[in-house]
């Protein structure tokens, strides 16, 4: 199988890993923003980001050779984040078809033009006439990469498509569950970077009190799994995904460590959101985390009925309401809890 | 209100706080392992556990004073962990009779004389007339100690006696949700320690072999909540309440911090199973999820059906064969995601 991967920041990179390791053709390819990575992979060093070097048989390409890059590719895998999507698919044109699948570890929402919130895959099946599976699960991409034990879930209604990337990709150490619930996976992959903030800004509390907070912390997290599941299943999802591997494991790293819990944590110990925002980003770091709660709570109203959003959703109101209106941290939580 | 907390420890002494701010008559008395603690507390120092002093108003009685410290008591709180709970249920003897409710914060499962598992609070029902509430969901003592935020869960099927005990415990920082599902909130009460080691193993082999393992460990999380959610709901207990405070929330403060967490890391690490235990135990902490893995394989065997309990409870099945068979660590965790 010929396997281009799109992006070769970290978790597009890792990627290489099992699918070169199952003896797959793996092309890596990098935008624009990895001159670096790409310079220094072809000149046999270890990935900058990633740690290790990656398989010898994976070939990668610069920005200019996006059509060599993509020759010929039966699978691709979109490896940008949910911010990167956007100006990468545009720089594709339509390079995509011809795929047969599409895979893509982007978690987020993309807003369209009428302003209508909606998954991400869809917009990327905009774009190709092949189908596109959502990945999501506990992935830290050195431990992908570096072979240690992983268990993923990939997402797609087109069970015969989604057995080939899964016959594809797992490995002895890179486990793929699949399921065809693929709104419940974008909603849990988007999500539980928005609740990470939450729950980081329980740990901001304790450092900026110096007493413990793990009760609080930990109250907030079957609040956010419940609240993930009820915003699957009213865009057609299902609980139990959310329950899984993509919403509650995945919340599981993603509170352990990761930016969105930084961001959470600085909120916590004091820092206005607006700077603690910006210090990230100017140290390149995004928040996937922040725009997802921004547009989960956005979906939410929509689905909330009489109750509102806080009747419905109150850990991403408060959440909403702490990250957008000032609201006072512990106190506004708190009261979510009750 | 009248009450009496049994149990000097942690978590007993924690529960005068929220009772103390209700303005309530609160009694604290001291099992003969709580000496030095008695003194302490009398002496007008901090408790030497948990930090902080008591509330001033709470009277402290040593174990030659368990009448006076019953005398009146219209609820009665079980303070002590399952190892302690038959020693003083054998100490109290019938003094029980007579109060409106007992609550237990112990977790775990009693064997009956014919070798049948039972909850604990079975154990304590049949020494008194009262209800028996059972108490879960994640609380540090030292937070709730010190009044800082924390979500529980009290459970009886008597809504009456359990709207009594919510309003005699709750106040501002003390959260008392209720739930009719007593089974429910035991299994998963107890089962989050037995799972908590699991979960710690894959720390210890971060530690062993100084590579992360967030994935491993992050994919065991869903499986934990979905055991514990079937062996509950075999037991007649309920799903939904697994996922909430006393299962899924307790589990991700037990996978933070505590014994169990601990007993799995030392494996994890390499340490052969019988030393751990030892080694613990001569530090005095005993390891409640141990036995709870134990009972709850037994209780597993007698639901699981055709296909074992392996079948339907691969984690568990996988921790008691590390724990009990000295099962290889990494492969017997990993072998069970698959």
Redesign the interface.
């Known amino acids: 199988m010929r396997i281009t991967i799109l992006g070769a920041g970290e978790m597009g990179s890792a990627l290489a890993t099992p699918t070169a390791a199952n003896g797959h053709d793996v092309r890596l390819w990098g935008t624009g923003r990895d001159d670096a990575i790409v310079a220094a992979l072809r000149a046999g060093q270890p990935h900058p980001r990633l740690g290790p070097a990656l398989p010898r048989a994976v070939r990668v390409f610069g920005e200019a050779e996006i059509d060599a890059a993509l020759d010929g590719a039966e699978l691709v895998v979109l490896g940008v984040t949910s911010f990167g999507i956007n100006p990468v698919l545009a720089q594709l044109g339509d390079r995509l078809r011809g795929a047969r699948a599409i895979l893509t570890v982007a978690k987020g929402f993309d807003e369209a033009e009428e302003g209508q919130i909606r998954p991400l895959t869809d917009l990327v099946a905009e774009r190709c006439d092949a189908p596109v599976v959502g990945i999501g699960?506990?992935?830290?991409a050195?431990?992908?990469a570096?072979g240690?034990?992983?268990?993923v879930v990939f997402a797609l209604p087109d069970a015969a498509t989604l057995r080939v990337c899964h016959d594809t990709f797992e490995t002895p150490?890179y486990?793929v569950e699949t399921t065809s619930d693929l709104v419940g996976v974008e909603v849990a992959a988007a999500m539980k970077n928005a609740y990470a903030i939450a729950l980081g800004i329980a740990e901001g509390l304790q450092i900026a009190t110096g007493?413990?907070?793990?009760?609080?912390?930990?109250?907030l997290?079957?609040m956010a799994?419940?609240e993930m599941a009820r915003l699957a299943d009213a865009m057609g999802g299902r609980a139990e995904t959310v329950?899984?591997?993509a919403?509650?494991?995945?919340l599981?790293?993603t509170i352990?460590?990761g930016r969105n819990r930084t961001l959470g944590e600085m909120i916590g110990t004091g820092v206005p959101v607006g700077e603690a925002v910006r210090s990230l980003a100017s140290a390149g770091t995004m928040i996937e985390g922040y725009a997802a709660a921004e547009a989960g709570h956005r979906l939410a109203r929509g689905f909330a009925g009489k109750g509102g959003v806080g009747g419905a959703y109150p850990l991403l109101h408060a959440l909403h309401a702490i990250l957008t209106e000032g609201a006072p941290v512990?106190e506004t939580l708190?009261a979510a809890?009750?």
């Open positions: 699960g506990p992935s830290i050195s431990e992908v570096t240690h034990p992983t268990a150490v486990r007493a413990s907070h793990h009760n609080l912390r930990a109250a997290f079957p799994v419940r329950a899984g591997l919403g509650a494991a995945d599981v790293v352990t460590a512990s708190w809890v009750g």
